[in-house]
């Protein structure tokens, strides 16, 4: 039986049919609870790998959507940071906080500890320009400039930083 499903071709019809053919030979007055027996037993299969298939696809779609939604965000009045928030759609920061005060800006991510290695986890930082600060933005934790969408090490050093338990 094993040997007759895989030799089949991958059309569902096709499988349906071959089980037909494989049971209906054997002859005797139970041939056809035997054929309904296995139809059922093949239905069930096609069902079931149906539904994994739909769970694929709408299943991975939606985390997908649901990381792709979140950022950074950093709190200026209080410093606090979001690094999971759910990004709201059609909307301009600065972003309301759940009581509804506009205080949260996109933060941006400085890698770097103060002797220059990258760390597995950066430091998210709130730009002056949010803050309403004059001047260039210092990260807080090691000093160097941060800007808008500022560079980052490669993902192979976030990896690394990582590895090493940093
Ligand atoms: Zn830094």
Not at 109 to 133: F, I, Q, R, S
Not at 151 to 160: K, R, V
Request: charged share 25%.
């Amino acid at each position: 039986m094993g040997f007759e499903l895989q030799s089949d071709s991958s059309s569902p019809l096709a499988k349906l049919a071959g089980l037909k053919d494989v049971f209906g030979g054997g002859g005797g007055g139970s041939k056809g609870a035997g054929d309904k027996i296995k139809l059922a037993v093949a239905v069930a299969a096609l069902l079931a790998a149906g539904g994994l298939f739909v769970w694929q696809i709408f299943g991975s779609t939606i985390d997908l959507e649901d990381a792709t939604n979140r950022i950074v965000v950093i709190n200026a009045k209080t410093g606090e940071v979001d690094r999971r928030f759910r990004l709201p759609m059609n909307e301009a920061p600065p972003y309301a906080t759940s009581a509804g005060e506009r205080v949260l800006y996109p933060a941006e991510l400085c890698w770097y500890d103060p002797e220059g290695n990258v760390m597995a986890e950066p430091t998210a930082v709130l730009l002056n320009e949010y803050a309403g600060k004059p001047g260039e933005t210092l990260c807080p934790h090691c000093n160097r400039r941060v800007v808008k969408r500022n560079p980052g090490p490669s993902f192979a050093e976030i990896e690394a930083a990582r590895q090493r338990g940093k």
